[in-house]
């Protein structure tokens, strides 16, 4: 079992930025994947970043390239995403998410463990 809690949420300005993290316990941290996705109100939820566990692979979808920065610190069990120039349309339930599927998971079903989520609000 992981457990994962995600924080750093909150209310910004567009074009602001924020910056999550994830804290994971209950099992050993390295070989393990991780990501984070997001979902909107009415909206399916949707990957946005992933890390390898070695910390040197990051993948991010199109929307988010050039803007979010996934890392991990195996030393302290943690995974940040790092929101710059934030849009409106990032608005969304951010969660953090863990996967044994490896590198390169990028679809739900890949993932075995979940945070809670945080909301993440951009105003225009």
């Known amino acids: 079992q992981v457990q994962l809690v995600e924080s750093g949420g909150g209310t910004v300005q567009a074009g602001r930025s924020l910056r999550l993290s994830c804290a994971a316990s209950?099992?050993?941290?390295?070989?393990?994947?991780m990501g984070w996705f997001r979902q909107a109100p009415g909206k399916e939820r949707e990957f946005v970043a992933g890390?390898?566990?070695?910390?040197?692979?990051?993948y991010y979808e199109d929307s988010v390239k050039g803007r979010f920065t996934i890392s991990r610190d195996n030393s302290k069990n943690t995974v940040a995403l790092q929101m710059n120039s934030l849009k409106v349309e990032d608005t969304a339930v951010y969660y953090c998410?863990?996967?044994?599927?490896?590198?390169?998971?990028?679809?739900?079903?890949?993932?075995?463990?979940w945070g809670q989520g945080t909301q993440v609000t951009v105003s225009s």
């Open positions: 890390v390898g566990w070695r910390g040197n692979v990051t």
């Open positions: 998410a863990a996967s044994y599927y490896g590198t390169y998971a990028r679809r739900i079903y890949e993932y075995d463990y």
């Open positions: 209950g099992h050993t941290f390295t070989g393990i994947a």
